[in-house]
């Protein structure tokens, strides 16, 4: 008999993640059979100044909440001054403590499904810089925020920050892998056919998940950096440099956790098709293409790079959607599941290692020759 509920569930979805939230609502009011939706009435607006405030429009009082915040929406626009102004992480946190504020510490309980976790990158100290992960996540929960859930974190060590709040890192593996093998032509999974690789020694754990639950051969790139100068915030890369077993003839599997600039990621496949590699495919969670699609696009036409897969749980323009390199990983399912087992109180720790479900699923493929092994 599954747990009762922790309490009503409620679920805010902060400017931008509308259609997302949508459709964890509409996966959620399904398995309870209920016609009433669980998106909570809740808005931000702003003053002509730029100023804002978090308004509820109706009561959360004793409440299980769960705040669904993409704070990298770029899409997500306000009038300051008369002119239109695209949300900013910084705008979009602010936004989301306006929230909290607005439930006055009436709920039962807060939880923070944030899929890129703001000023990920900025986890730790190389000199005289502030420590905003940090920061903010203490803020959060001095806010009341119970759980954090995040997807993917640049280092998940950063919750060491908040050592007695719920912190959960969770990666895409299996929605991945299911969208990979639908979405891939002439796949083998065998081991003499295709490896994973590793952009840089920061992602070699991601990696060798992936190598290890599908028993493949692992490589890593290490990047020389010329630490002398600071280009745009960072050390610019001097080379790629491989580690690992020929990759001559071979489908590769570059897993990354992000895609900013895509220099480095573009970089890596480069020098993969000069070692004989035959297609490269990018795991990514997500694709911010920061400067744009128009490498992307010649990357492609060259050959260097054959499909990239990142997830919906950030904000995508529809000119990325349109590309033809491009596969989006639908993650809404999953993030109801998440909301579900937590409102009744259960234990997520199955859902969070799927490595049962992967190896039901290429066992599947296989029967029905979608890949071959």
Known sequence: MANELYGQLSVITMRGGEDFAKQVDAYLMGWRSSANSFI?????????????????????????????????????TYNMYGKTVPMSPDDHFQDLKRVIGSIAGKAKRISVIMPMLYEGRQHKRSSRESLDCAMALQELVNMGVTNILTFDAHDPRVQNAIPLCGFDDIRPTYQMIKAFIKESDGLSLNNRDIAVVSPDEGGMNRAMYYSSVLALDLGMFYKRRDYTKIVNGRNPIVAHEYLGRDVAGKDIIVVDDMISSGDSIIEVATHLKKMGAKRIFVFATFGLFCNGFENFDKAYANGDIARIFTTNLIYRPEELKQKEWYREVNMCKYVSLLIDTLNHDESISSILNPVNKIHAYVDRAVEEGKVTV
């Open 40 to 76: 909570v009435d809740a808005e931000c607006p702003r003053f002509g100044s730029g100023e804002g405030k978090g308004a509820l429009h109706q009561s959360l009082r004793g409440h299980d909440v769960f705040i669904i915040c993409d704070v990298f929406n770029y899409g997500a």
